[in-house]
């Protein structure tokens, strides 16, 4: 009998020995696919990161309206860059001397278009909502389309002009011009008043992201044609942006130091988080295609729009809210609309390789008996 009982318990006892055993292994593994599938994706989670970044320096900028004057901001963004990028350059021992004329002209006009657009953006996000700069901003992917169309000369089809459209009305809806909605109730001083205020910044935030855009048709030609390192386009675009605006808050007397200690720690933080959100978005770059990269730094403008209802009190107006979505959706559809592109000729250029790899195959059938020659082996393989 205690045999027998011995015998029933001892399976009770395996099996609990064996689920005992067996859940760490499961937990083990959910855990492994987990780290794998992160690990696998880490591009896309850079991505996401640096646009906390860029949200982080943004929020950042909007609290120091008043405080520091917004050209003196892109000299501290510039400032640090600099300093990091002749760090990196100098570790490197990247050369940085232009190999052409046409490179330096390339590095001059790159740094005017981004001393421009970081100007226009930082006054933008002093004199509006931080969300609906953001969403304009960002915009430049529709701009970037017609630009490349006009100076290099590629294809633009009628579906991006769609998407344009879609985004100038996003910015119609932002900006909310009196002669498409209407004047207030106030009188018509007070309104035109209002309107000129809503207008500005808009018209601001716009020549920014078109600035934006041309910078990166400029990016392109560098990197495409030249074969320039993104290092020593990095540098000489903090340099000469460095002198630009050095020159420019100059002249307009706007050199000032924060008196409080919580200023100047914001002003700090606007250079760190700049300054880690593009070495996110380089990894991110280096890891991933740029066209998921690009899709995945939009969700930027949903992370400013849910810190300007926390920490500025923001209260969204439907039409600010379907202006950003506009911009937002076209800016996605366009970057979906690329990966698309660029999966069918992978496909097409795959089908195109394994047709000319069966058509390089000769065969000799001028006789049974004939046999293939080390040359014509060799010319096979």
Known sequence: MDEDVGMAVAPKQNGDARKIIQAPENSQRITYLICQKLYQNQGLLLAFASAGCFAVSTVCIKALQGVVASNELVFIRVIIMLLLGVISTTYTGIDIKPQSSREAKCH???????????????????????????????????FVGPLARIILKETFHLIDGVFLVFTVMGVVLIAQPSFIFGDSEENNATAENDSTKRIVPVLAAFTASVAAASAVIIVRLLGADMDVPSLRVTNY????????????????????????????????????????AIMLISRALSLDNALYIVLATLSEVYIVFIFDIIFFSLQPKWLNVLGIVCIVTSSAAVTIRQIVTAKQLDKVNEKAGKQSASQSIVTNDKSDNELITPDQIITVV
């Open 237 to 276: 675009l903090a340099f000469l942006s460095s002198i630009f605006v050095s020159i420019v808050v100059t002249a307009l007397g706007q050199w000032t130091i924060p008196d409080c200690i919580k200023s100047r720690l914001l002003c700090v933080m606007v250079g760190v988080a700049t300054f880690m």
């Open 108 to 142: 001059l006009a790159h740094a005017s278009l981004m001393t421009i657009s970081w100007c226009c953006q930082i006054y933008a996000y002093h004199n509006m909502g931080t969300a609906d700069v953001t969403a304009i901003v960002y915009s430049y992917v529709t």
